[in-house]
């Protein structure tokens, strides 16, 4: 399953340890200056080798991590951790759901002051 032939593509590789869901959103990632290689952004066909620093901007949060071995294809989690250093900052925390304001059932329809309120609880 696993190689260390000592190379591999940059995309190939966020891939296969689990970066991203998908080959190609780590290529778009690429593609979109979002994968830094040693400090460098690069192309979805850059080689990473270990020891190089990855440096992945992805689903709103940044992840750097330090090669350590080299797959070829997409492998377990367990592997996968194995694979990398993970450098990363911590993810933000999770914001708490607000309590919905919930109207009684027959009040009929919400006046504009009260749709105002709503929409203010509610975030937007």
Known sequence: MASDEGT????SWIWSVRLT???????SACRGGHVRVNGERVKPAHVVRPGDEVRLHH??????????RV???RVGAAVAAECFIDNSPPPPPREEVAVVGVR???AGRPTKRERRDLERLRGH
Not at 21 to 27: G, V, W
């Open 21 to 27: 869901k998908t080959r190609s959103l780590a290529a």
């Open 8 to 11: 591999v593509r940059v995309d």
């Open 71 to 73: 797959v070829r294809k």
């Open 59 to 68: 689903a709103g949060r940044e992840r750097i991590v330090v090669v350590t």
């Open 104 to 106: 009684d059932r027959g």
